[in-house]
């Protein structure tokens, strides 16, 4: 009896032991994630990502941090030397990142690149190598409130639709409504981003094709600052402040405005606070007799150069961007899309058709919102001299002069 009795005991110690090592086994590897927090809805995303990733690799535990302030937060975190393991990072600063040195570059680290979209991997390539897979993206399109377009007996816009189109109804839209508020045809942004497309669907470019050369100082850019400024010159359109509202969402939701170009953030936007709006969405309208172009807004998970952790890492960077790990998302629904185009069909049936396919096809003609180190510099200069153009207190050629003097700076750098 007292040896089946220590025996005993000794198998429960055994058990013990082996218990609290697969214990330790599972906790051994703890690999932090930060990024902001963009909606509730995609904060649930990300968390059943994070879940179901934990679960099929119990030797991982995730710690997701989301914060405010985020770029400032993320450069306290390379300055003290313990930076997240995992990281968001926006295509505007991926330049700034690689060549500060504190992303390690993926490559051949990144599985099945050939199932995002081509447009996305050439976002996050930099000195021809592929840095970090896309997270998500959204794009650029022109929404339009159904109802005011039926009270001025105007037609939908459609994909065809040019910028003279988009001028005419802006002209037919702007007026004031039944509480005596004004309504403008057309919200605009005094910002690079916002007029970008139209600069490419012209024919321009900023930079030239490996950032040597400022190419801004061209015809095309007169004629697409011309039109862009014009538009709020001649009261057509504005910026949402005018009009009382924080953003272009909020002005188009609250009927301050009859189109806005906003991306695919807008939808659940508008499905969360103003659910009664009867809209559309279409491309933006093109060139006459030109080209068509978006913008692809983007992110990516960057794995730090200095993780501890980046086998792990990248383990987790590959399942949230990879099939099963986008299902979730595409599933969800929400405003950014997923990065693979497999997952285009499950977002749209989750999104709905009519408001989703023109962000998808949007992804065709997007053009990546992502410029050398330090441009920040000449996007500043822009945004400063076009709200002087808004306001009549600019021409065209001061805005190219001064952005194009800011961009010479930076090159030189």
């Known amino acids: ?48 990502q994070v879940a179901a990733f934990e ?21 306290t975190t390379f300055a003290s030397g313990a930076p997240p393991d995992v990281f968001y990072i926006d295509s505007s600063k991926l330049a700034d990142l690689v060549e500060a040195g504190v992303v390690d570059i993926g ?43 039926d009270a001025a007996g105007l037609e939908y ?24 508020q004004q309504v403008l045809g057309l919200i605009l942004n005094p910002n690079l981003e916002r007029w970008l497309p139209f600069l490419y669907q012209a024919g321009g470019s900023v930079l030239n094709d490996d950032w040597t050369e400022v190419t801004l100082d061209s015809e095309e850019a007169r004629v697409a600052l011309d039109f862009y400024a014009g538009i709020v010159q001649d009261g057509f359109g504005g910026t949402a402040s005018a009009v009382d509202a924080g953003w272009a969402g909020e002005a188009f939701g609250l009927g301050r405005a009859a189109m806005i170009m906003e991306g695919n953030w807008v939808i659940q936007a508008l499905v969360d606070q103003f659910p009664d709006i009867n809209w559309g969405a279409v491309q933006l309208p093109g060139y006459p007799g030109g080209g068509e172009a978006s913008m692809a807004f983007t992110v990516c998970y960057g794995v730090a150069a200095d993780s501890d952790n980046q086998d792990a890492a990248w383990q987790l960077a590959n399942f949230l961007t990879g099939e099963e790990g986008g299902q979730l998302v595409a599933e969800a629904g929400f405003g950014p899309m997923p990065p693979r185009t497999a997952l285009a069909e499950t977002w749209l049936a989750a999104r709905g058709e009519e408001i989703g396919q023109p962000f998808v096809d949007a992804a065709e003609v997007a053009h990546p919102w ?14 400063a001299a076009i709200q002087l153009a808004f306001e009549g207190q600019a021409t065209a050629d001061d805005v190219i002069f001064e952005t194009a003097a800011a961009a010479e700076e930076v090159l030189a750098r």
């Open 1 to 48: 009896m007292r040896k089946a009795y220590v025996l005993t005991l000794v198998v429960l110690a055994a058990l013990i032991v082996f218990g609290a090592g697969a214990a330790l086994a599972r906790q051994a590897t703890t690999v932090t994630l930060m990024g902001w927090s963009s909606s509730q809805a995609e904060d649930a995303a990300l968390a059943a």
């Open 55 to 75: 679960e099929a690799n119990p030797d991982i535990d995730v710690e997701v941090n989301l914060v405010p302030d985020y770029d400032t937060t993320l450069q």
């Open 107 to 149: 490559g051949d680290k990144i599985e099945n690149p050939e199932g995002f979209y081509e447009s996305l991997v050439n976002v996050f390539t930099y000195n021809g190598e592929f840095v970090c897979p896309p997270k998500d993206f959204s794009t650029l399109t022109l929404q339009y409130n159904k109802d005011m377009f």
């Open 157 to 180: 816009p459609t994909d065809d639709w040019t910028w003279d189109d988009l001028r005419a109804a802006a002209e037919a839209l702007t007026g004031t409504n039944e509480e005596g």
């Open 370 to 383: 992502r410029f050398p180190v330090g441009f920040g510099d000449a996007t500043d200069t822009f945004n």
